[in-house]
């Protein structure tokens, strides 16, 4: 690739308004006075680097990136509890700027990893000074607890490059189980907490 700026600036666009989008969800509900099931939104571009890590390890030729390569734009969506994802997933679903590709549950089916989230490849129309572009984003919907998970084990994989040694292994597995157990348990004192939040935010105002 000559020129990653020029290649990356619509995936860049698509991050940045997809945010402002996403966010502006939570914004809704705030001016509604009801609870958010979106706690907060983040997105990133991949790196350079993780790109070409990817395009090696699954044989993605230059051609093929933005077709096979679906999480370049990657947008991630924040819940308290379970039962909010699939809140969210029915209000993108509802959406007509993107349209939806593929759904893949990691909530239901948790890979062998123990990793847990819902993910969304959606197909969004960014609009560039040569005309309008189409491109994959990925947006990753998950609880607080499988986050916090995540982001761990991202940042161990980074450092054993998916050769995790054995304890570690077995740790990051109990690790899963107890984030598993805390979104379980949240939910069971679900109406308690979300009573108390809303005591709270009244409170403030
Ligand atoms: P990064 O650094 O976040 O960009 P595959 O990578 O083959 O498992 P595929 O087909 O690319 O999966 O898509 P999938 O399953 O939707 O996974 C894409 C992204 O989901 C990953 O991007 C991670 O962000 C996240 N993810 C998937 N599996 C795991 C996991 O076991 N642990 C963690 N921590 N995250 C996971 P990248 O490119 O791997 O990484």
């Known amino acids: 690739m000559d020129n990653w700026d020029e290649f990356l600036a619509p995936y860049k666009q698509a991050v940045e308004e997809l945010k402002v989008k996403l966010r502006g969800i939570r914004k809704q509900f705030a001016i509604e006075d009801d609870r958010s099931p979106i ?5 990133r571009v991949k790196p350079v680097p993780s790109i070409l890590d990817k395009m090696n390890a699954k044989k993605i030729p230059m051609e093929r990136i933005h077709c096979d390569m679906q999480d370049i734009a990657g947008l991630r969506m924040m819940c308290q509890f379970v039962d909010d994802i699939k809140n969210v997933v029915e209000i993108l679903r509802k959406r007509n700027d993107f349209k939806i590709i593929e759904e893949k ?3 239901s ?3 062998p990893s123990g990793y847990r989230s819902y ?3 959606v197909e969004y129309p960014v609009q560039t000074i040569h005309g309008e572009k189409k491109l994959l984003a990925e947006i990753q919907i998950r609880t607080l607890a499988m986050n916090f998970w995540a982001t761990i084990e991202h940042s161990l994989n980074y450092k054993y490059n998916g050769d995790f040694p054995e304890e570690i292994q077995t740790r990051l597995q109990r690790a899963a189980e107890a984030a598993f157990r805390l979104d379980e348990e949240m939910s069971l004192i679900r109406e308690e907490i979300q009573e108390a939040q809303l005591f709270f935010t009244k409170k403030k105002e």
């Open 105 to 107: 549950d990691y909530i």
């Open 39 to 43: 706690e907060f939104v983040t997105g």
């Open 109 to 111: 089916h948790k890979k």
């Open 119 to 121: 993910h969304m490849v």
